[in-house]
């Protein structure tokens, strides 16, 4: 039991590409998120999702996208990074019927 | 939405010492409330939560207390220990809705030998 899976861990982009970044889980579970966390301020909320199919924007929506096509996977996706967007990014899971999420390892992303 | 200030951002405590931090909400609707803590360069694991239908909930060194009231929750360990240094952070959520978590911006925690 993996729990919540990020790939990649690191990655280095310039200004301007695109990128996926790929969270999935194998718990079975309903919602999942994507936050970003900056120095100082917590985590954010940038997309979630209610399950299979669906997506709704978070606090921090701009510049990225999501998709929820299976259960156990969340993509986000960045059409064109920009260097505001150099930031950690943590995908979590919850189950419906509770209200603990977990974490994945985590995703160091830099745009230079 | 929802607003959630955290304090202190930075907390250096004796070993053996109890450590206080303190979060604020704007929402009067949030009724759950989740502590995470967060090691260096790992992921955030929930370490004890509290719904607005209780006051106070303990587990072993950790105790979290909410005042619904004043809009204020906190989290209090006691007996630190140096495993016990990271950063932790605070959320509010509405169980209704509890597809949105609002976190605070995190205290980092110091516990010196």
């Known amino acids: 039991n993996a729990g919540v899976t990020q790939t990649p861990k690191f990655r280095v982009l310039k200004t301007g590409q695109s990128m996926t970044l790929l969270c999935a889980q194998d718990m079975n579970h309903e919602y999942m998120y994507w936050y970003r966390q900056d120095p100082g301020m917590g985590l954010r909320l940038i997309h979630y999702?209610?399950?299979?199919?669906?997506?709704a924007k978070g606090e921090v929506p701009d510049g990225y996208n999501v998709s929820r096509l299976k259960k156990q996977n969340f993509l986000l996706g960045l059409e064109s990074a920009a260097p505001s967007q150099t930031s950690v990014y943590f995908c979590?899971?919850?189950?419906?019927?509770?209200?603990?999420?977990?974490f994945g390892p985590g995703t160091r992303l830099t745009v230079t | 939405g929802e607003n959630v200030e955290q304090h202190p951002s930075t907390l250096s405590v004796q070993e053996g010492d109890s450590a206080v931090i303190k979060c604020t909400y704007s929402d009067s609707a949030s009724n759950y409330f989740p502590w995470y803590k967060q090691e260096l360069g790992k992921r955030p694991q929930l370490i004890i939560d509290i719904r607005s239908n209780v006051g106070e909930k303990k587990d072993q060194r950790i105790a979290v207390t909410l005042n619904k009231t004043a809009k204020h929750f906190s989290l209090h360990i006691t007996e630190t220990q140096p495993e016990d240094s990271a950063v932790y952070f605070c959320a509010a959520s509405i169980d209704y809705n509890f597809n949105k978590f609002y976190f605070g911006s995190g205290t980092k925690l110091n516990v010196k030998p």
């Open positions: 999702s209610v399950g299979e199919g669906t997506t």
């Open positions: 979590a899971s919850m189950a419906g019927a509770s209200y603990e999420q977990y």
